[in-house]
């Protein structure tokens, strides 16, 4: 599983309600076409993060980087309804930064023959 990790912050008077809902709207989206697997919100609590990071994490899965790239090619397209959603979310938020990682240890990794 990858997983597309995405830290914002909300725009100065953005309602966090008002982001969930746009946020659900797109990804929801994407989950129910297939173009994902997964997401999830978490925000910070008690003022606890990592400094640079923004108070809110979005976590996508998708199975691979194929699926990944599906669904930044639906999200490119700029074609109603997906671009509508996507500006939805992108306009409520500030401070975007994005990382990808993966599970670990990788399901086909062979042990043994590793040479560093």
């Known amino acids: 599983m990858d997983i597309y990790q995405i830290s914002v912050d909300l725009k100065p008077g953005v309602r966090d309600h008002q982001f969930v809902a746009a946020l659900d709207g797109f990804l929801g989206a994407l989950k129910s076409s297939g173009k994902i697997e997964g997401w999830r919100l978490l925000r910070r609590k008690l003022g606890l993060g990592m400094p640079g990071l923004g108070e809110f994490q979005i976590l996508i899965e998708t199975r691979?980087?194929?699926q990944l790239d599906a669904a930044f090619t639906a999200a490119s397209t700029r074609n109603e309804p997906v671009e509508s959603a996507h500006h939805g979310v992108?306009?409520?938020v500030?401070?975007?930064q994005a990382a990808l990682y993966r599970d670990f240890?990788?399901?086909?990794?062979?042990h043994g023959e590793e040479r560093f």
Do not use: C
């Open 64 to 66: 691979d980087l194929a």
């Open 90 to 92: 992108n306009a409520l």
């Open 94 to 96: 500030i401070n975007f």
């Open 105 to 110: 240890p990788d399901a086909h990794r062979h």
